[in-house]
């Protein structure tokens, strides 16, 4: 049986007017699970190629340093500067909001726990998407529209070894090492401000970090760190490497990848939450 296709089906058009209305509204429906579907199937296939070019050392070896570089070294005073203020912001609202005779000590494992286990990851991972991954999706759009890439398949160079396994692999090393940089940036911002602006003391911040901690704080905060990571380098990637229509195209691709990979962050955010939050306390 053969079933129409959208070149087959007749125009809205040609329908009585009263029927338009809701076939255009069903095509519409059709027409966007269709494409959900479809851009489903694009990241799978998209997912394969990467697996398929890992094979091929010899191509992304060299440029996976230098985008080591520019993804983790290039993004460190950005990274640094927004934990500063994260720390410091996070301080001060853990104090002022605490009931008075409440022991001091908690400020240190409130903020211990906001940052490492939430904020830290997650605001890293959410300012280098604006940084690193527009930079990623605009890079290879850009070489797409320009048939740049046409030209690597035409000296044999596979394209996905070459564009996207490199940005792939140094996002996994460097986030996570930036998230660290940020956490520990960020607890001793929020050292610094308890000191000076507040009555909480050394004693008790130092106190309240040590309490209830457990190194599985940490492998948490990194495995958040990776699987933001991937979000990002993945989503901008594919987002570049698929862009149409000249440079409208480009900034449309860009726009794109940022949104898809903020809320992508923010589903891996909650799925990690929910699997592991019960293995966090001591």
Request: aromatic residues 10%; contains cysteine; glycine residues 8%.
């Amino acid at each position: 049986m053969k079933f129409p296709t959208g070149t087959d089906a007749r125009a809205t058009s040609t329908f009585p007017v009263v029927q338009r209305t809701g076939i255009r509204f069903f095509r519409q429906v059709n027409r966007s699970i269709v494409g959900v579907f479809r851009g489903i199937g694009m990241r799978a296939y998209y997912f394969r190629d990467i697996g398929r070019a890992l094979a091929d050392p010899g191509t992304y070896v060299i440029e996976t340093i230098r985008q080591l570089r520019r993804i983790g070294v290039d993004s460190l005073p950005l990274t640094i500067i927004v934990a500063a203020f994260l720390g410091a912001v996070t301080a001060f609202q853990t104090r002022y909001q605490l009931f008075g005779g409440v022991q001091l000590s908690v400020v240190g494992l409130i903020t211990r726990q906001s940052i490492i286990l939430e904020l830290g990851p997650l605001l890293t991972a959410l300012v280098l998407t604006g940084r690193v991954g527009a930079r990623m999706t605009a890079e290879i759009g850009t070489m797409r529209v320009t048939e740049q890439i046409d030209a690597l398949e035409t000296l044999s160079y596979d394209p996905i070894a070459y564009l996207t396994v490199p940005r792939i692999l140094a996002a996994l090393v460097m986030v996570p090492a930036l998230v660290i940089f940020a956490n520990f940036t960020a607890l001793l911002s929020a050292y610094a401000t308890l000191l000076v602006a507040t009555d909480v003391t050394s004693r008790d911040y130092l106190e309240g970090l040590k309490l209830a901690f457990t190194p599985f704080q940490i492998v948490y905060s990194l495995i958040k760190a990776i699987s933001f990571a991937f979000a990002i380098s993945f989503v901008c990637s594919y987002e570049g490497y698929v862009t149409e229509a000249g440079a409208e195209g480009v900034g449309r691709s860009t726009a794109r990848a940022v949104v898809f990979s903020s809320v992508t962050i923010l589903v891996f955010d909650l799925l990690i939450a929910a699997y592991l939050a019960q293995y966090i306390q001591a």
